[in-house]
C-alpha cells in the first residue's frame, strides 16, 4: 500500500533536489550580482561624500577669505542640505 | 518616488509543533471520520501533494531567478557603470588632488603627506574653524583615512622610509587584487595592468593563488633621484593600495643583477622596469602581480613627460640583453623602450591565393560600366573639346530657338563620313538609315523623334565624319543653320558600319532620354518603323538631321586622335546591353 507513495514521493524528492540544485547556483550568481553592485554603490557613495565635503571646504574656504559674501555662502549651502 | 510594493506572501501555515500525544496531532483535510487505513492513505497523499507543492516551489524560485532577477540585475550594473566610472574618476581625483589615498574598509592608505585643500584662514576662529573642519573630516573619514604611521603602505614619494614594519607586511596581505574596492581606487594603469595579468595566470611561472601579492619592499633611498619621486606622485596616490610596486624608475640593472638570490622583493625593486620570464633568471620567482607592476611602470615610464629623458630615440639597436625575443637566452629582462617599434603589420600573403587583394590596395568596387559613355578613355585635347561644347551649347539654343527641324551649320567638307565614335555614344540604330534606297535622303533625314514632355529632343547627325578629327562628328550638325537648306549628302552612309547607323541619339543612360524608349516600344520590329515609331516617310520628310545631345559630356573626354581600334566598338562589347543596343532591330527588354 504505501509503495506506491513511496516511490511517487521519491519521485518528487529527486525532482526537489534538482531543482534545489539548480536554485543553489543561481542563488550564488544573484549573491555575486547583488554584491558587485553594492560595491559600486559604495564607490558611488565615497564619491558622493568626497564632493560633498569638497564643497563644504570650498565654502568655508571662499567665506573665510571674504572672496564671497557669507550671505551668499549660507544661501549656496543651505541650499545643498 | 517610491517604488511600488509587492503584494505581501500569503502567511505560512502554522508550523507543526511535535506533540508526545498522538491524539492531538491534527491534520487538515483529513478525514478523521474514516477508518485508519483510509486515513492513512490521505496522510500518504497530503504528503505526496505537499511534496509536490514543494518541488513546484523550487522550481519557480529558479525560475524566478533565472529570468527575473539576474537579468534585471545584469541590467541595472550595465546601466549604472557610466555612474561608476564618474565615481571612480572622482574619488582619484580627490585623492590627487588632497594627495591622500582613500581607506575603504580595511584598505591601506598612504599618509596625508599634505593637506592643502583647505588654507587656515586668519585668525584664531578660522583656524579652529578650519581645524575643527579638517578634524572633522578626519574623524568622520576614518574610512577614508588611516593614521599616518601604522597602516603605510606607500612611502611618501618624497621620503625615504626603510624597510615595513611587520604590521604593515601583515596588513599588505589582507586585501586581495581581486576585491572590488581595489577597483575602485586603483588608476586605469593598474586595472589594465591587472587585466593584463589575468592574461599570463596560466604562464608556468604564475604564482600560487596563495602568495597573491608580493612582498613590498621600498625602493633602496640610495637610487631615488628626486625628480623621479615627484614624478610619480599622482600616480602614487591613485594607485591602489594593494598593488605594491615600485614609483620609481631605475637604470636597467646589468645581467648580474638578476643573479643576486637576495628577496624576491629586494631584486625586483632593483630591476623595476620589467619582469623576464623565469627562464632567464636564475631562482627567481615573481608573482602576476608584480609583473603587471612591474608592467606598468615600464608603460608608465615610456609615457612619462620627458622631465627625466629629453634624449631623442637612439638609432642604437638594442643590444641582444634587451631584447626579449632574441634566440640567445640573455635577456636580461629589461626591456628597452627607448626603441619603440611600430606594431608589425601582417602584409597579405597574396601568393597564397589569387583572389587575395594586393597590400595597400582597398577592396575592388563593382563597377557598373555603363553603356556607352565610359568606353573611350582618351582624352580629346582642349581646344577641341572646347570647341565641341561651345558648338554642343550653340546646337543646343538653336535648336530650342528654332525647333526640331534644324540644320547643323555646314562646316567641314560635306559628306564626311561618320565616325565610328558615333555609335559608341550609344545612339540607337536607324532603322531608316540602314535601307539602302533612302541612303541619300535618310542621311539628312532627322528622326522625327515623338517629343515625350519634359524629354529633351535629342537629334542624330547623320552627317558622316570622314575622319576628320578636327570637328566634332556632330559637327555638321548644328541646328543652328538654316533649316530649310538641304542637309549635306553623306552618300556614302551605308558604307558605314552597322553599328554606324542611329535611329536616336542616347547619350548616357539614366538620363532622362531614357524615358523616351519606353515609348518606342519595340522599334526596329518593321522597316518602317523607327526606334520611336516614326514612320520612315516621316523621316525622309523631315530634314533636320539628328544630333547627339548630351554628348557633351562626352566631349570632353572623347578622343578624336583615337582611333577606333583602340576603342573598343560597342559590338565589341561583352555587356549584353551593349551586345543588344548595337543591334538594328533593338528591342527593348524593360
Known amino acids: ?81 | 518616488m517610491p517604488l511600488p510594493q509587492p503584494e505581501p506572501p500569503k502567511p505560512l501555515p502554522p508550523r507543526w509543533e511535535p506533540t508526545r500525544d498522538p491524539q492531538d496531532i491534527h491534520v487538515p483535510g483529513l478525514d478523521t471520520s474514516a477508518p485508519v487505513a483510509e486515513q492513512i492513505e490521505q496522510i500518504e497523499q497530503l504528503i505526496t501533494i505537499k511534496l509536490q507543492n514543494m518541488d513546484e516551489n523550487f522550481a519557480a524560485i529558479h525560475h524566478l531567478i533565472t529570468t527575473r532577477l539576474l537579468p534585471a540585475i545584469k541590467r541595472y550594473s550595465v546601466a549604472s557603470e557610466p555612474i561608476r566610472e564618474a565615481a571612480r574618476f572622482w574619488i582619484s581625483f580627490f585623492q590627487a588632488s588632497a594627495q591622500v589615498r582613500m581607506r575603504m574598509d580595511g584598505d591601506l592608505s598612504a599618509p596625508d603627506t599634505s593637506n592643502d585643500r583647505t588654507p587656515t584662514a586668519a585668525g584664531d576662529p578660522d583656524a579652529t574653524v578650519t581645524t575643527a573642519t579638517t578634524h572633522d573630516e578626519a574623524d568622520d573619514g576614518q574610512s577614508f583615512r588611516t593614521a599616518q604611521n601604522d597602516l603605510s603602505f606607500q612611502p611618501p614619494p618624497t621620503s625615504s622610509t626603510p624597510l615595513l614594519s611587520r604590521s604593515q607586511m601583515r596588513a599588505m596581505e589582507g586585501p586581495t587584487p581581486e576585491s572590488s574596492w581595489a577597483a575602485s581606487i586603483e588608476s586605469p594603469f593598474s586595472r589594465l595592468d591587472r587585466e593584463m595579468g589575468s592574461l599570463r595566470l596560466d604562464e608556468p611561472h604564475a604564482a600560487p593563488p596563495s602568495a597573491s601579492l608580493p612582498r613590498f619592499v621600498p625602493p633602496k633611498p640610495r637610487l631615488q633621484p628626486p625628480s623621479q619621486t615627484k614624478e610619480f606622485e599622482f600616480k602614487d596616490s591613485s594607485e591602489s593600495s594593494g598593488a605594491a610596486y615600485s614609483p620609481i624608475l631605475r637604470p636597467p640593472p646589468t645581467h648580474a643583477d638578476t643573479t643576486n638570490s637576495t628577496t624576491n622583493s629586494s631584486t625586483a625593486f632593483e630591476r623595476p622596469i620589467f619582469f623576464p620570464p623565469p627562464s632567464s633568471r636564475k631562482g627567481k620567482t615573481t608573482t602576476p602581480l608584480r609583473e603587471n607592476i612591474f608592467r606598468r611602470n615600464l608603460l608608465l615610464s615610456a609615457a612619462a613627460p620627458p622631465a627625466s629623458s629629453a634624449t631623442p630615440r637612439r638609432a642604437v639597436p638594442s643590444p641582444k640583453k634587451k631584447n626579449p625575443w632574441s634566440a640567445q637566452k640573455q635577456w636580461s629582462g629589461i626591456v628597452d623602450l627607448r626603441e619603440q617599434q611600430p606594431p608589425e603589420v601582417t602584409t597579405y600573403d597574396s601568393s597564397d591565393d589569387e583572389d587575395a587583394l594586393p597590400a595597400g590596395m582597398s577592396p575592388p568596387v563593382t563597377m557598373r560600366f555603363t553603356r556607352p559613355s565610359d568606353v573611350r578613355l582618351g582624352r580629346a585635347p582642349a581646344p577641341l573639346a572646347a570647341q565641341r561644347v561651345s558648338r554642343g551649347f550653340i546646337a543646343d539654343t538653336a535648336r530650342k530657338s528654332v525647333g526640331r527641324h534644324l540644320q547643323p551649320p555646314p562646316s567641314g567638307t560635306p559628306g564626311r563620313r561618320r565616325p565610328k565614335r558615333d555609335s559608341i555614344d550609344g545612339s540607337m540604330f536607324d532603322p531608316a538609315a540602314t535601307s539602302s534606297s533612302s541612303n541619300a535622303s535618310s542621311s539628312a533625314a532627322v528622326l522625327d523623334l515623338p517629343r515625350t514632355p519634359g524629354a529633351p529632343n535629342y537629334y542624330y547627325s547623320n552627317e558622316q565624319d570622314d575622319g576628320d578629327d578636327e570637328e566634332s562628328f556632330w559637327g555638321e550638325n548644328y541646328p543652328g543653320q538654316d533649316p530649310n537648306a538641304p542637309p549635306p549628302q553623306s552618300g556614302s552612309f551605308s558604307d558605314d558600319d552597322s553599328d554606324d547607323d542611329f535611329a536616336g541619339g542616347v547619350p548616357v543612360p539614366g538620363s532622362a532620354f531614357d524615358s523616351s524608349y519606353d515609348h518606342a516600344g519595340g522599334a526596329g520590329s518593321e522597316a518602317t518603323d523607327t526606334v520611336f515609331g516614326a514612320r520612315l516617310a516621316q523621316l525622309q520628310q523631315t530634314t533636320a538631321p539628328l544630333r547627339i545631345h548630351g554628348t557633351e559630356l562626352l566631349a570632353e573626354t572623347v578622343d578624336p586622335a583615337a582611333t577606333d581600334e583602340a576603342v573598343p566598338s560597342v559590338e565589341q562589347s561583352p555587356t549584353p546591353w551593349a551586345a543588344g543596343i548595337r543591334r538594328p532591330e533593338y528591342e527593348f527588354d524593360v
Not at chain 1, 28 to 37: H, I, M, T, Y
Not at chain 1, 38 to 64: S, T
Request: aromatic residues 4%; hydrophobic residues 40%.
Open chain 1, 1 to 81: 500500500m504505501e509503495n506506491p507513495h513511496t516511490e511517487r514521493q521519491a519521485v518528487l524528492l529527486e525532482r526537489m533536489l534538482k531543482n534545489l540544485d539548480k536554485c543553489h547556483e543561481a542563488i550564488f550568481e544573484l549573491n555575486r550580482c547583488v554584491d558587485s553592485v553594492c560595491n559600486a554603490n559604495a564607490e558611488i557613495a565615497v564619491a558622493a561624500d568626497l564632493a560633498q565635503r569638497y564643497r563644504k571646504n570650498v565654502a568655508y574656504n571662499l567665506e573665510a577669505t571674504g572672496l564671497v559674501p557669507s550671505s551668499d555662502i549660507e544661501k549656496r549651502t543651505s541650499g545643498d542640505a
